[in-house]
């Protein structure tokens, strides 16, 4: 009978704890990437979004294109 590295490793109870402590810290710094506030327009721009909150007309029906999405069915 030959044991694995595979199964050496999962029966040591410390390398499992570092893996896992390994694997959430991983999980957590690439969830805090990026900066906090508002997108920015891209350099060149010269009419960017409205603000948020600031309220839009719908189109009018007649300018609505009519594309079929393959879930429609289901709904």
Sequence with gaps: ?????FQVVMHSRALRVAGLALAV???????ACGRRG???PP?????PAPPPGTVREA?????RPN???V???LL
């Design 1 to 5: 009978m030959s044991i694995s590295v």
């Design 59 to 63: 189109p009018a029906e007649g300018e």
């Design 25 to 31: 810290s991983a999980g957590l710094s690439v969830g």
């Design 38 to 40: 508002d997108l920015e």
């Design 67 to 69: 594309k079929p999405f």
């Design 43 to 47: 350099p060149g721009v010269e009419n």
């Design 71 to 73: 879930l429609d069915g």
